[in-house]
């Protein structure tokens, strides 16, 4: 099993990032896919999910109206675009899978949002 990330960097504020999460090891289309962030000193939170087959999404509320979730079962990938990026948006990004009991992490990409 295998989840990796892609497309972080160094992005000035109001800028926009696109990250991938490409899966393989797994039957992705039965799994939720989710991004979380983790920002030095803090606990690691929930940016955005999405269903299966990508009719329900939901965002943390520090997001919402700015990254948007989608999902390409085709080529196994999950995808967070963001936009309107906020210095307090700068953490490492992990995507996440989770089906029934079972839950796979990526190994993260540095979002780095700074002037």
């Known amino acids: 099993v295998q989840l990796v990330e892609s497309g972080g960097g160094l992005v000035q504020p109001g800028g926009s990032l696109r990250l991938s999460c490409v899966a393989s090891?797994?039957?992705?289309?039965?799994?939720?896919m989710s991004w979380y962030r983790q920002a030095p000193g803090k606990e690691r939170e929930l940016v955005a999910l999405i269903s299966r087959a990508g009719g329900i999404t939901r965002y943390g509320d520090s997001v919402k109206g700015r990254f948007t979730i989608s999902r390409d079962n085709a080529k196994n990938t999950v995808y967070l675009q963001m936009n309107s990026l906020k210095l307090e948006d700068t953490a490492v990004y992990y995507c996440?899978?989770?089906?029934?009991?079972?839950?796979?992490w990526g190994q993260g990409t540095q979002v780095t949002v700074s002037s």
């Open positions: 090891g797994f039957t992705f289309s039965s799994y939720d």
């Open positions: 996440k899978a989770v089906h029934l009991s079972r839950g796979y």
